[in-house]
């Protein structure tokens, strides 16, 4: 029978989000119906809402989430009622080119539920990310359900579901830190102050935090930073090279992503040092650099999709380092709010009030 429950739907571009009635099918083959505890707010909701995604609405948003498998599809073995999962965006297929010739990570076939979820008069929902949990339930592809230890707390696990991932796999997957390296972090949101904790566990030495706002330095320092740069009164580029012995960092990553922190990090690292963009350009911003710099200084330059994480992989790992005190996931919750609280929660990420404002769901 298929179920009634609660959800955050964006019906029109730029207007407030509401909770409406959704229709949530029993799961199919290959599917699984998820209990959601806990959904953190990322900006991409947001991006949604504003039809910068693209104009499938009416979208169900929400998608950093965990939550206990209610039901699964007829098929379904990995998964089964009552595991406690972090849904994710990455069910890889396993047959595509990318997967083939192993690096799942670029999957181009992700996994989704096949049958759409839907309001009460049976207009189809876009679930943000192919997750849609700002809901009560969610029907997702069994793949897309990565159990970890029950002991965490939901509302800290549910984050590694998208933007903690992605700035913790920055540093440690796509920039690859090595013990002993110097890393400088541009923009210190969840993702950039996720990159940092990743540059702790990797055993950077030096961890230069990088923003506009005294309030995500002070964060910054908590999750590891050893030194933090007001970026709106000191020179980045040149206070990375003096914290650094002149040299400039191992790998700097851009987590805010415009022309102007690109063009920093670019000249924050040391010679053959590596970049890793992980904040999303919008479609017009453009970058000239001279192609000499380019070539001249060596390394690499590198992009950052959900920190190139494999779920199954490294989901497990990180609940286990933060079960063990090593990660501090519940430094990114700065709140949680309940199900209706999704409009104010963008204004507050808006203001730059919160790491993350997590809905709970009791
Ligand atoms: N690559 C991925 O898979 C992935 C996943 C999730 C989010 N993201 C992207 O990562 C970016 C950051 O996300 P977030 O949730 O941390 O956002 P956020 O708004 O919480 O953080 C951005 C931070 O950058 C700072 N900032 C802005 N301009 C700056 C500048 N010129 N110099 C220094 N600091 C500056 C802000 O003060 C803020 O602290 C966004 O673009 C988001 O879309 C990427
Ligand atoms: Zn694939
Ligand atoms: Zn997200």
Same mark, same amino acid.
Do not use: C, W, Y
């Given at each position: /029978?298929?179920?009634?429950?609660?959800?955050?739907?964006?019906?029109?571009?730029? !207007?407030?989000?509401? $909770? !409406?009635?959704?229709? $949530?099918p029993d799961p199919g083959p290959g599917e699984a119906v998820v209990r959601i505890q806990a959904c953190g707010v990322c900006h991409t909701d947001l991006h949604y809402r504003d039809g910068g995604i693209n104009d499938e609405f009416p979208f169900l948003l929400g998608h950093e989430a965990a939550g206990t498998v209610e039901s699964v599809g007829p098929d379904v073995t990995d998964v089964a009622p009552g595991d406690f999962v972090v849904l994710n965006w990455r069910a890889v297929c396993g047959t595509c080119r990318s997967c083939k010739r192993g690096r799942p990570w670029y999957c181009f076939a992700t996994h989704?539920?096949?049958?759409? /979820?839907?309001l009460a008069d049976g207009t189809p929902l876009t679930p943000a990310l192919g997750i849609g949990s700002f809901a009560e339930k969610t029907l997702v592809a069994a793949g897309q359900c990565t159990k970890v230890d029950p002991a965490a707390s939901a509302a800290a696990a549910g984050l590694l579901g998208c933007g903690v991932m992605a700035g913790l796999g920055a540093a440690l997957n796509t920039g690859k830190v090595q013990r002993g390296d110097s890393?400088? $972090?541009?923009?210190c949101g969840g993702v950039g102050n996720a990159a940092v904790a990743g540059a702790r566990l990797a055993g950077a030495t030096t961890i230069i935090a990088v923003d506009l706002d005294e309030r995500k330095l002070e964060q910054a320092r908590g999750l590891g930073a050893t030194h933090t740069v007001q970026a709106g009164s000191a020179d980045v580029v040149q206070s990375v090279q003096e914290l650094t012995g002149g040299f400039g960092a191992d790998v700097v990553i851009d987590a805010v992503g415009r022309p102007e922190t690109y063009r920093q990090a670019f000249y924050a690292r040391d010679l053959a040092g590596t970049v890793v963009l992980v904040g999303v350009p919008t479609p017009e911003m453009r970058l000239e650099l001279p192609l000499l710099d380019v070539f001249g200084r060596g390394g690499s330059l590198k992009s950052s999709w959900y920190g190139d994480c494999l779920p199954e992989r490294d989901f497990p790992v990180l609940i286990d380092l933060y079960l063990q005190g090593r990660?501090?996931? #519940?430094?990114? $919750?700065?709140?949680?709010?309940?199900? #209706?609280g999704v409009e104010e929660a963008? !204004?507050? /990420?808006?203001?730059? #009030?919160?790491?993350?404002?997590?809905?709970?769901f009791p």
């Open positions: /029978m298929a179920q009634e429950v609660r959800g955050v739907v964006a019906r029109a571009k730029g !207007e407030p989000v509401q $909770v !409406e009635t959704i229709i $949530v989704n539920a096949s049958q759409p /979820m839907t890393v400088a $972090v541009i923009g990660l501090d996931l #519940d430094a990114f $919750v700065s709140e949680t709010i309940g199900v #209706d963008f !204004e507050k /990420m808006h203001r730059g #009030d919160v790491l993350r404002s997590v809905v709970v």
